[in-house]
């Protein structure tokens, strides 16, 4: 589905490049700023730097003098708004909005969804979020609910996009299957471990009792490779070592 991000009077070029950053990483690339503060935002310095690389989104954002030039082919609104509108559409939290909506746009046939994001300064007008379909409001800690503007835009753009289904799991790089070693190679760690038990004085040779049996189940049960064999044999030669220092 079509979705665009709208900016409205944004006071603060920094905040544009976060947002156009904010949208890419969740993979949207719409932006379309009302009336900013400087008419060459999208090419400033700060706007540029706060992007870290989403050029692209910039590239293709548009710059328009009215909230109507703003909306077109979009049909369903949404408002970013932390205070409820007294006659102003439903107040929902993202998640309890979005997911139900874009279940059923398809079939309803929605050809474009918007979030719109008000001022830095004075937030959404009313006469707005009145045009709205909905206001989305972020669940923030009672006491201090105000985001920046570029970090509402990350929350608004994850919240859809998982709406959306998210996106597929990054596959791990496959690693190179490990050869398990074979119980020759073994029988011959054990040996070793045997002698180095002995040298430490942990295993007497003369009442042995059961612990060699049971370390041989141990290791079998762990499924050892050959990498691991070698690291085994290391420690057991660093016990004899240290017991033969020790003397």
């Not at 496959?174 to 002995?198: C, F, I």
């Not at 085994?232 to 220092?245: D, E, H, I, P, T």
Request: aromatic share 6%; net charge neutral; hydrophobic share 45%.
């Amino acid at each position: 589905m079509r979705t665009r991000f709208i900016l409205i009077q944004t006071s603060h070029a920094g905040n544009v490049g976060a947002a156009a950053r904010a949208m890419k990483t969740m993979g949207f690339d719409e932006l379309v700023l009302v009336a900013p503060r400087w008419d060459n935002v999208l090419r400033r310095e700060e706007t540029i730097q706060r992007a870290s690389g989403a050029l692209d989104v910039l590239d293709r954002a548009r710059i328009v003098a009215t909230l109507d030039e703003a909306l077109d082919g979009i049909t369903h609104l949404c408002a970013t708004a932390m205070v409820p509108r007294d006659f102003g559409p439903p107040t929902r939290a993202p998640r309890e909005h979005l997911p139900a909506f874009a279940a059923g746009a398809a079939a309803a046939g929605e050809a474009g969804v918007g979030f719109l994001f008000g001022s830095e300064r004075f937030g959404m007008q009313n006469e707005d979020v009145y045009r709205c379909h909905v206001a989305l409001r972020i669940p923030t800690h009672p006491q201090f609910g105000s985001l920046n503007l570029g970090a509402a835009v990350q929350v608004i753009a994850y919240e859809w996009r998982l709406a959306l289904g998210g996106f597929d799991a990054v596959p791990a790089p496959a690693a190179a299957a490990a050869r398990r070693a074979d119980t020759q190679q073994v029988a011959g760690m054990l040996e070793h471990w045997e002698r180095s038990l002995v040298d430490i004085g942990f295993l007497d040779p003369a009442a042995p009792k059961k612990l060699m049996p049971r370390l041989q189940q141990l290791f079998h049960r762990a499924q050892l490779t050959e990498e691991e064999i070698h690291i085994l044999r290391g420690v057991a030669k660093a016990m004899s070592a240290a017991a033969g220092a020790s003397r």
